[in-house]
């Protein structure tokens, strides 16, 4: 089965992929570079897409996440695993820790996030009451527990418009609604895969608690910093996943 991954902050380097390769895939929405290559045991092609293109040029509002999915989805792609910088509202999520978020919330604004745009494409309402693949999350979090990393298995994504982080009654609210980690990219991502049938799932990585919880003023600096961090890691974990993931199992993705 053909896997992929789609890197975000600071997971942009595809070298653990073996035999590395830049694919070019014309959609109707533009044409995205992907990477192909190999991992060992597994005998189909895995992909890598970095969501904010070369040079992280794109801010999360104007990542084109339409022409992302739909390009894995041509390469034949049929589980793709996420990750994702987020900042943490939830004490028991420090920087440094993964979480493989089961819900979200959604406050970004005016984002293209459908495909179905009425006309030729159609009229359709996607079932999203449970947006990421509970099979793939339950093998990443065995992944990472086999390489001793701090990871949650579960918890509520809060997706903003960005660019800009949040207001400190922002976190507030939203920790009242019950989120646990907030990020900028994770919706519509999430939404264009359910909608084109793909297994997705994401690996959120704290890399600081969010605004007002520390008294600090966030900094793009200071996410970058703890990414680089764990860069390593989650390559590591980005590879035993995707083997993982490769492998047959039944889910309620593809209806
Ligand atoms: N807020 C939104 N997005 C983020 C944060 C944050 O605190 N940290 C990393 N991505």
Redesign the pocket.
């Known amino acids: 089965m053909k896997v992929g991954a789609i890197g975000g902050?600071g997971v942009y380097d595809p070298t653990w992929l073996d035999h590395p390769q830049e694919v070019e895939i014309k959609t109707p929405y533009g044409s995205v570079t992907v990477m192909e290559g190999a991992l060992a045991g597994h005998e189909d092609a895995v992909y890598f897409l970095n969501r904010h293109g070369a040079g992280h040029a794109l801010p999360?509002h104007r990542v084109n996440y339409r022409a992302n999915l739909w390009a894995l989805r041509e390469l034949g792609v049929k589980r793709v695993i996420a990750t994702?910088?987020?900042?943490?509202m939830n004490l028991a999520m420090a920087p440094g820790s993964l979480v493989l978020v089961d819900q979200f919330l959604d406050f970004t604004k005016g984002r293209p996030s459908t495909f179905y745009e009425g006309g030729a494409a159609g009229v359709r309402h996607t079932d999203m009451t449970e947006p990421y693949c509970r099979e793939s999350r339950q093998r990443i979090f065995e992944s990472a527990q086999a390489l001793g990393l701090s990871v949650v298995l579960g918890g509520v994504y809060?997706a903003?418009e960005?660019p800009r982080?949040?207001s400190a009654q922002e976190?507030r609210a939203y920790r009242l609604l019950g989120g646990d980690?907030?990020?900028?990219?994770g919706v519509p991502e999430v939404v264009l895969a359910r909608e084109l049938g793909l297994c997705y799932a994401a690996v959120a990585?704290?890399?600081?608690?969010?605004?007002g919880l520390t008294g600090q003023p966030?900094t793009?600096e200071?996410?970058l910093e703890v990414m680089r961090a764990q860069t390593q890691q989650v390559q590591t974990l980005l590879k035993m996943a995707l083997a993982r993931v490769a492998e047959p199992y039944a889910c309620s993705c593809p209806a």
Do not use: Q
């Not at 994702?84 to 943490?88: D, F, L, P, Q």
């Not at 980690?181 to 990219?185: C, L, Q, Y």
């Open positions: 902050t999360p994702a910088a987020v900042g943490s809060v903003t960005g982080f949040e976190i980690v907030v990020g900028m990219t990585l704290v890399t600081n608690f969010a605004a966030l793009h200071e996410v």
